[in-house]
């Protein structure tokens, strides 16, 4: 049973445009969602997170929307770059607890 | 880098066999965390310790087990090694116990383990 699913494995965005990277959820019980970037040969790179409370988080290129009643979150890269080229993991966890469940990932290549 | 090491970087091993993962922490951090990233799955939690305790469980198999040492580093030990145990296994740190859901993780390298 998979509770955070990443359902498109990849993704193809031109460099300057929007990349949209989506996730959906099962599990009620989650209150905290997180992204993370991995290059090759690299452990996965902490990139933005958002509580339950927030419906958006931005950081910089990254923006991060939370529908909660849709049990959805997307992650908005804009403008996208060609180092964006990664794979991305959505992660989740419940309230108090640190154990986190992480999606497939998507892979995105920026092209120049 | 994230400042959480791991060695190997990679292990070859054979069926049977048991092999043992190590870990340190970013300075500072009190908890540790495994995972388990297969070729078609995503990262899978295996277990967490924080200060030399064991605090939560995940999808750990019972030939699995872990523990954390007074220096807060960490190993992972597999034993009676199967070939579906090939993965690449990444530990994690982050500063406090997870009470707090905010605390963000830290993933180190990772070790990629070969089993033929």
């Known amino acids: 049973d998979q509770q955070v699913k990443q359902n498109s494995p990849s993704l193809s965005v031109q460099e300057g445009r929007i990349s949209i990277l989506n996730c959906d959820y099962t599990n009620s019980m989650f209150d905290y969602f997180l992204w993370y970037k991995k290059y090759p040969a690299e452990g996965p790179t902490f990139l933005i997170s958002i509580s339950s409370i927030k419906d958006k988080n931005e950081d910089g290129r990254f923006t991060v929307f939370l529908n909660k009643s849709a049990k959805h979150l997307s992650l908005h890269i804009v403008p996208s770059q060609p180092g964006d080229s990664a794979v991305y993991f959505c992660a989740a966890s419940p309230a108090g607890n640190s154990k986190l469940t992480f999606g497939k990932g998507i892979t995105l290549s920026v092209r120049p | 880098d994230s400042g959480v090491t791991q060695t190997p970087k990679h292990l070859i091993t054979a069926t049977g066999q048991r092999v043992t993962l190590r870990c340190s922490p970013r300075s500072g951090d009190l908890s540790v965390y495994w995972y388990q990233q297969s070729l078609d799955q995503g990262l899978q939690f295996l277990i967490q310790?924080?200060?030399?305790?064991?605090?939560a469980k995940g999808n750990i198999l019972e030939r699995f087990s872990a523990q954390q040492f007074p220096d807060l580093h960490s190993e992972l030990n597999l034993s009676s090694l199967e070939l579906g145990d090939s993965a690449l296994y990444f530990c994690?740190?982050?500063?406090?116990?997870?009470?707090?859901?905010?605390?963000?993780?830290?993933f180190g390298p990772g070790t990629r383990l070969t089993v033929l």
């Open positions: 994690a740190s982050s500063v406090e116990a997870g009470g707090l859901a905010t605390d963000t993780q830290y």
């Open positions: 310790y924080y200060n030399g305790e064991e605090r």
